[in-house]
């Protein structure tokens, strides 16, 4: 109440907040997708000179009537506004406690705290997790943590503070693993760090298989968490099998694949560093070493010069289109890859085929597929169709977080 005028005022914290961040004004008819709740808002839809704006600074949006949408982190570009908030408040450190308390509700939900099988998981997926610019994976006891925007960086210390304080989980290690991600936003280079603790490496357990997982070295956050879902499913037809895993990385299919009983698993991939992982894991799980074949060599020459003696082939390959722009190359490596595939399996055989193309949708990865298996003249039914694990959500208002797609295929 201001004294003596008997008008009532704003909170001070409303007050405070209405002065901390700039405004961002959009076009007029151009805030249905902020009403949506889709978390990017492109610079077409700005009608705000943001000339003097700085990248990474976080920003309120308004509609061209001066009603308040969200909140989010500012950067020139095609997409100008990501949204970590559709309601007005202060982004502090009881900000990004509640957003990772809520976080871990969802995975104490899907069975990944507190469970004898499983002490790895993602705790934060980007939109998914209502953080767009934000992974964070849990190793046991280490956060590994990317932000693939200026924003979420320029947060990265109040983010480690929580994380180690967060109740659930016993967080010794915070590595953050930003490095590529911003340097392709064309941000100065910005080495990786350890915010705290210093452990370098971790072995995990993902349903009772053992992993050794070095985030340094490793690809991405040093794991494919992602594919846990579709791992088990390959263990329910691996037994008695002779299983191919191409872009085998760390060995995850090859590993569940010998765990369900396989005969043989072939494990493929060009990097040496990732044959020395894979061959680490056999012996950490105490896997019979004569049922298992690892192979430094290209995938499509591995492809093109062996005979048809698999049972189950696996392909999962790294992004072949990370923007638009690379699809007609991608769609081309994709069906080679497929028809490859295809063409050797042995008859009934199965394919485990996968893109983590976000740019390949869903129905055109499915049309790729098609593409190659007509080429080969076989039969080729499908069995499933797969999708990240549960741990990565998928906002229903952001489709574009969906970026892993699977078919399981029978070959006649």
């Not at 949506?36 to 705000?48: D, E, K, L, M, R």
């Not at 099988?117 to 590994?144: K, M, Q, S």
């Amino acid at each position: 109440m201001l004294i003596g005028s008997g008008i009532v005022s704003k909170p001070i914290f409303a007050l405070i907040n209405e002065q901390m961040y700039r405004k961002i004004i959009l076009k007029p008819q151009k805030d249905r997708s902020v009403l949506n709740f889709h978390p990017w808002v492109f610079s077409g839809a700005i009608q705000t000179d943001v000339k003097s704006f700085t990248d990474g600074e976080l920003v309120d949006v308004y509609n061209h009537a001066g009603n308040y949408l969200a909140t989010g982190h500012f950067r020139h570009g095609t997409i100008m506004v990501r949204i970590i908030s559709f309601k007005k408040q202060t982004i502090d450190a009881s900000f990004w406690k509640e957003k990772f308390q809520k976080a871990l509700a969802l995975r104490k939900v899907l069975g990944l705290l507190n469970n004898p099988e499983i002490n790895t998981f993602r705790l934060i997926h980007g939109e998914g997790d209502g953080l767009p610019g934000l992974i964070i994976d849990i190793y046991d006891d280490v956060a590994v943590v990317q932000t693939h925007s200026e924003g979420m960086h320029l947060a990265i210390d109040t983010i480690s503070s929580e994380l180690q304080q967060l109740e659930g989980l016993n967080i010794t290690t915070v590595y953050d693993k930003s490095s590529e991600t911003l340097s392709k936003k064309g941000m100065p280079p910005i080495p990786n760090s350890f915010l705290a603790g210093s452990k370098t490496n971790q072995v995990v357990t993902e349903n009772g298989v053992k992993f050794y997982v070095n985030w340094e070295e490793g690809q991405k956050t040093g794991f494919f968490l992602d594919q846990r879902m579709n791992r088990q499913l390959l263990a329910t037809y691996a037994k008695g099998k002779r299983v191919l895993n191409t872009f085998c990385y760390s060995g995850g299919f090859s590993m569940y694949a010998l765990q369900a009983g396989a005969a043989h698993v072939d494990s493929v991939d060009s990097s040496k560093k990732a044959i020395e992982w894979i061959s680490q894991n056999v012996a950490l799980n105490g896997f019979d070493a004569g049922k298992h074949s690892a192979w430094c060599e290209d995938v499509f020459d591995f492809l093109g010069k062996n005979d048809a003696v698999h049972d189950i082939i696996v392909l999962d390959p790294p992004a072949f289109a990370k923007h638009l722009s690379s699809v007609d190359r991608a769609t081309i490596g994709y069906r080679n890859l497929n028809q490859e595939a295809i063409r050797r399996i042995k008859p009934g055989g199965l394919i485990f085929t996968f893109s983590c193309s976000q740019a390949i949708d869903k129905a055109l990865f499915r049309k790729i597929v098609f593409m190659a298996a007509a080429k080969t003249g076989r039969n080729v039914t499908i069995l499933h169709q797969m999708t990240q694990g549960s741990d990565h959500p998928v906002s229903l208002y952001h489709p574009e977080g969906e970026y892993l797609k699977g078919l399981v295929l029978r070959v006649d």
